[in-house]
């Protein structure tokens, strides 16, 4: 009896061992390991780190980063999760994301699939051992070989269905590495382009949730919320996206990053919409809106990496308002600390003594922000790149810059308004606005001044005081966007010393005018999740005077739009 108990306790210590109940060898990852991207059949390492095991368990450093931009990089925290190797890494003021799946059965491999994410977004990546200590810009990117060359030569071919062959040529060549992944989605993304039909596009997005999964679980979540943006656009796949969503759904965990949350919620109710769920679509916005809301209050607490100092007063008796004109893009990751710095402004002056108004620009990629006047400024200054300040007219201190640098942008931009509010205004200005049935009138009365002439001119901005617009760089929130010049880019001149100017803006005009133009835009570059904000709430208007001889402005002043029906402020 006693060897039988014993044969049947070994019987079913062999069973729990089959059914996974014991406990693997944890996999040995000490040694150096690149992290490494992989776009479109390149490779960018951006970082190079140590892995050593203490106490069992992993500890990294960072040797080195590949892109100069990410020299600061510090690593925040390292964890093993099963068969996950999790690092969290801060470049720049952003949060990265990295995780590396060890294969099955592995006990020290040589390379992790995995992905890295920011922002809530994430790429295809791999983390590969090596004896390396160290990384140049140089070494840091592969750009070339035959599966690059290759995706770049089909994603340049103008015709259609021959850039369809090519794409559909790399999937079949590289059927299991990054670059066919690429492929299968831009061909996805354009199935009403290349006429696809509702089974082959659906082949090919379960081929890339395939792949992506073969990178785990969160570049997988990623790829399917990724496809219930790119399969909507038809409307023969649009229930497709629907579907690809709900599996999304199935897949969230709590600890998904709220922004990946968000733009699932806005991406499957525009799939609803497309499809005719409108019911279902209202429901998942009230989920969208309490998402915003956490999200909203998350960044208002950090959006500032300082706090900005509030302006003591003027010494002198100047009643000069200055004026900044910041040039910028929401796909302009080093315009970052230019656009924090003058957010800050806002909260250190009074309309009184500084007005801040933001130009957006398709630099160096498209900016759904950005209008035709705001590219009209742009040749009227010359502007040739972003992000570029400009006060009362004339270029100011340097701002490029990255979140750990706004503070000093903010301090070089306080050092010089502060002087400039000490100088005599060119003359007097003051607004008032009215809403009276969707027309947004303006009246300007302007006196004291001192250069009356057919080149002295007076502009209207109007603009939204807040854009809620989650960029690719981070930034959640605009302020004084640009929506076009009441009266246009010109402006009208001022030939006498005083005087009184109207002007009027129809808003829903404005508003098919700007959708209008992005929609333009959108047949030739993608915008980001094609996304486009035209609530044109909060508005206001910023006037002033220029000398277009010397570009000097001469004054500057803003009215709120106290009450606006069809874009009123909530």
């Not at 659906?202 to 073969?214: F, T, Y």
């Not at 005087?499 to 047949?523: F, I, P, T």
């Amino acid at each position: 009896m006693k060897f039988l108990r014993y044969a049947v306790v070994l019987g079913l210590t062999a069973v729990l061992l089959a059914s996974g109940f014991a406990q693997p060898p944890t996999p040995s990852l000490a040694g150096n390991w690149k992290i490494t991207v992989l776009p479109r059949g390149a490779e960018f390492t951006l970082w190079l780190v140590q892995i050593r095991e203490v106490q069992g368990k992993p500890q990294a450093t960072l040797l080195a980063a590949g892109p100069p931009e990410f020299k600061a990089s510090r690593i925040v925290d390292t964890q093993l999760d099963g068969n996950s190797l999790r690092l969290t890494i801060e470049a720049n003021g952003v949060v990265y994301s990295v995780v590396g799946y060890v294969p099955q059965g592995m006990t020290r491999p040589m390379l992790l699939p995995g992905s890295v994410g920011a922002l809530g977004r994430r790429d295809l990546a791999r983390l590969e051992r090596t004896d390396a200590r160290e990384l140049t810009p140089e070494t840091s990117q592969v750009l070339g070989g035959p599966a690059w060359e290759a995706f770049e030569k089909a994603f340049t071919t103008a015709d259609p269905k021959e850039r369809e062959t090519r794409f559909q040529e790399i999937v079949t060549q590289y059927n299991s590495q990054p670059v066919a992944f690429h492929a299968l989605m831009h061909l996805v993304e354009h199935v009403a382009q290349y006429e696809t039909s509702v089974e082959t596009a659906r082949d090919r997005a379960e081929k890339a949730v395939k792949l992506a999964a073969g990178y785990g679980r969160e570049m997988e979540l990623q790829t399917l919320v990724q496809l219930t943006l790119l399969l909507a656009k038809s409307p023969r796949t649009a229930p497709m996206a629907v579907e690809f969503g709900r599996k999304a759904e199935k897949m969230f965990t709590p600890s998904d990053p709220l922004l990946l949350q968000a733009r699932w919620a806005r991406l499957l109710s525009r799939a609803l919409k497309a499809t005719g769920a409108e019911a279902e679509a209202r429901s998942l916005e009230e989920r969208l809106a309490s998402l915003n809301a956490k999200l909203d209050e998350e960044y208002l607490q950090t959006a500032l990496p300082f706090a900005p100092e509030k302006y003591r007063g003027r010494k002198g008796r100047s009643d000069r308002v200055v004026l900044v004109e910041l040039f910028t893009g929401t796909q302009c990751p080093p315009c970052i600390a230019a656009d924090l710095a003058c957010d800050a402004l806002h909260q250190t002056y009074t309309p009184l003594e500084v007005i801040v108004l933001e130009y957006h620009l398709h630099i160096p990629g498209p900016d759904p922000l950005t209008c035709p006047d705001s590219e009209r400024r742009a040749v009227y200054y010359q502007v040739e790149a972003t992000p570029l300040v400009l006060i009362n007219g004339q270029e100011g201190p340097p701002v490029f810059g990255y979140r750990p640098q706004a503070r000093e942008r903010y301090r070089a931009l306080r050092n010089l308004l502060d002087q400039r509010l000490e100088t005599e205004a060119g003359a007097k200005l003051e607004l008032s606005t009215q809403m009276r049935d969707g027309l947004l009138e303006i009246k300007a009365d302007y006196s004291g001044l001192k250069r009356p002439a057919e080149t002295t001119r007076l502009r209207l901005a109007v603009v939204e005081e807040r854009v809620r617009y989650a960029a690719p760089d981070g930034r959640r929130f605009h302020y004084n966007v640009l929506r076009g010049f009441a009266g246009g880019a010109d402006g009208a001149a001022l030939k006498a010393p005083s005087g009184s100017h109207a002007a009027s803006v129809n808003l829903a005009d404005m508003r098919q005018g700007l959708s209008r133009y992005l929609q333009e835009m959108a047949k030739v570059v993608r915008f980001p999740d094609e996304e486009m904000p035209l609530d044109l709430r909060r508005l206001r208007v910023i006037g002033f005077i220029q000398d277009d001889k010397t570009r000097e402005i001469l004054q500057a002043a803003q009215a709120d739009v106290a009450a606006a029906d069809g874009g009123s402020k909530p």
